[in-house]
């Protein structure tokens, strides 16, 4: 079995950003000389998160609309008494939807619905350059 990392570096545009990195994702697995086995995507940081869902306009407001709903950027938060960055929000949007995903990979190919993408969210209340941890491990 053969463990690879790699990394993938975004520049976001800060919150409500998500960005559709599934094409270098799968490049990287294809890439690997590896055909069957796992990959793990992390992001690293306390202000962003990685999840999958369909990546279409419609949605795309969806899923921000949700964050506003569950965890509004315009409330105060006790993180922002601590560092006064005022991006409680962020962490806690970070926290619910967690730094990373696995996917598994059979024949070369990932095992995502036609219509399930990997999609990098950013949460932080300012333009983040993001650092994605790809660690492909397989035979
Ligand atoms: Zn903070």
């Not at 995507?41 to 964050?67: N, Q």
Request: hydrophobic share 40%; net charge negative; charged share 25%.
């Amino acid at each position: 079995m053969k463990i690879i990392t790699k990394e993938i570096l975004e520049d976001t545009k800060g919150a409500g950003d998500l960005v559709d990195i599934t094409e270098k994702v799968t490049a990287l697995v294809e890439k690997s000389g590896t055909r069957d086995g796992n990959v793990t995507v992390f992001v690293v940081g306390s202000t962003a998160a990685l999840t999958t869902f369909e990546y279409e306009p419609g949605l795309i407001k969806d899923v921000r609309e949700l964050c506003e709903k569950l965890i509004p950027a315009g409330k105060r938060y006790h993180h922002d008494d601590t560092w006064g960055d005022a991006n409680g929000f962020s962490h806690l949007r970070s926290a619910l939807f967690g730094p990373s995903i696995v996917v598994p990979f059979r024949s070369g190919k990932l095992a995502l619905g036609t219509w399930q993408q990997l999609v990098l969210a950013e949460f932080d209340n300012r333009p983040r350059h993001r650092q994605v941890v790809v660690q492909i491990m397989g035979e």
